[in-house]
């Protein structure tokens, strides 16, 4: 029956993340366009938009993206053309990988696999999580390789192979979005902590040598090139802005009333969370605590982690960089319900139907106001205007008053890499750290 009910779970995911995926958001926005042409230009050429053989960080916009999603995308853009379905997919498998690893990393931690169904469920219909996954943001893949390592970490005392792998997951979390680049080095602390007894030192030895390998082109980038001129202009001041960053990623405006400022993270209007979870977070919080049992705080530790990356930054609070904390939450709140369920166990079937038809019912008003409203509330924030443009102009003057106009050009008009890179100029890298396209070809940007 569990079988049945998992199966069920992540087909409502896929139905709900593949309808409309290239119509809702109406357009691509900037860094969607740079991933889907740098993975076009990859196909096409072997090198990215600025002529970097197979590179490990992609320039654009005078940043670093990091590779791994854009090399997803490269065999899609080959069987789908470079279009919306290109770029998103990825966002999708991996999002449904995560839904896969939380069972399992659920059930390991807690021996139920009640549990683990329930947090996997929580999950995929979460709001935290929902565009994320149906939009193509890297930060899909760096969650989905940071729960395999974590989860290859915590069985390798059945294959002591398994350690290795798991350090690979997180290289591969590495390299996928900046956010794991600092919650990794300390996870991995916390995780030896846990394993170290079960672990075969030799293979410990060898898979943290690999990792330490893993961070020179970092170093490099870092040191020898401009890879922290992005952060620079976007990183706090003061310890104090710290602690208040930090600290309004757990406000309730953000969590279930209001949610991530930011159109392109958030239905305005909707929280990260759902309002039946906040009983059930605080259950889940006493099940833990009274637990005793090590493992059970680990979704403690990872929610705790979770907002570090956003709260180093000017926008906080911020719900990508902060993703983490929704599979923590979805977790914790799966906690609480077990706890309900198994402390009324004359009720527990009502409880667990009651809440679970909650959820469903809150989703589906959520999944309504996204198909009915916000492709059109939203369509200026996800530059939909260069869509319009770009697919009836093919040369003049653009305006600049959406940002990066030129990588939709390249985009929607699928420009030839070659051709781009021989007449391309560029205005100089901005307070931002972005580096503006001034001209190519027959365009002018304004």
């Not at 294959?159 to 979005?177: A, P």
């Not at 991995?188 to 079960?198: I, M």
């Not at 009720?347 to 989703?363: D, Q």
């Not at 697919?391 to 420009?415: H, N, R, W």
Request: aromatic residues 20%; glycine residues 6%.
């Amino acid at each position: 029956m569990k079988k049945i009910l998992f199966f069920l779970v992540l087909l409502l995911f896929l139905i709900t993340r593949v309808y409309k995926i290239a119509s809702i958001p109406p357009s691509v926005y900037w860094d969607e366009a740079s991933i889907g042409y740098n993975a076009y230009s990859v196909l096409k050429t072997g090198r990215d938009e600025w002529g970097e053989f197979l590179p490990l960080h992609f320039r654009a916009f005078g940043e670093f993206k990091l590779p791994v999603y854009i090399y997803s995308v490269v065999p899609l853009v080959k069987i789908f053309g470079l279009n919306e379905i290109a770029v998103r997919l990825p966002a999708v498998f991996y999002s449904l990988g995560t839904l896969v690893l939380m069972y399992l990393l659920t059930k390991r931690i807690t021996g139920k696999k009640a549990i683990g169904l329930l947090s996997s469920f929580i999950l995929s219909i979460s709001p935290w999580l929902f565009i994320f996954s149906r939009t193509g943001y890297e930060v899909t893949a760096g969650l989905f390789f940071f729960l395999l390592g974590t989860y290859l970490f915590l069985i390798n005392d059945k294959n002591k192979f398994y350690l290795l792998f798991g350090i690979l997951g997180f290289i591969l979390s590495f390299y996928s979005y900046n956010s794991f680049r600092i919650i990794i080095p300390i996870w991995l602390f916390v995780l030896l902590f846990y394993t170290f007894r079960k672990t075969n030192t030799q293979i410990l030895i060898f898979s943290l040598s690999i990792f330490l390998l893993s961070l020179i082109p970092v170093y490099r980038l870092y040191k020898f090139d401009a890879g922290g001129v992005r952060f620079a202009q976007v990183k706090i001041t003061s310890k104090t802005d710290f602690v208040k960053n930090y600290f309004s990623h757990f406000s309730p405006q953000f969590l279930f009333l209001k949610g991530d400022a930011n159109p392109r993270s958030q239905i305005p209007g909707h929280g990260q969370l759902y309002l039946i979870e906040i009983p059930l977070i605080f259950l889940g919080f006493w099940v833990i605590i009274r637990s005793k049992r090590a493992l059970f705080y680990l979704p403690l530790i990872t929610l705790f982690l979770a907002p570090i990356p956003a709260a180093l930054t000017k926008e906080s609070p911020h719900a990508l960089r902060a993703l983490l904390a929704a599979p923590s939450f979805a977790m914790i709140s799966a906690f609480g319900i077990k706890f309900l369920a198994g402390n009324f166990k004359k009720y527990a079937k009502a409880i667990l139907v009651g809440t679970i038809s909650i959820y469903l019912f809150s989703f589906g008003i959520y999944f309504k106001d996204f198909l009915t409203k916000y492709s059109k509330e939203m369509a200026n924030d996800w530059q939909y205007p260069y869509k319009q443009i770009f697919t009836s102009q093919k040369s003049g003057m653009v305006t600049d008053e959406y940002a990066q106009p030129y990588i939709f050009a390249l985009y929607y008009l699928k420009y030839p890499p070659e051709k781009f890179r021989e007449t391309v100029k560029y205005n100089p890298v901005d307070k931002w750290g972005f580096s503006l396209v001034s001209s190519f070809g027959d365009f002018q940007f304004k």
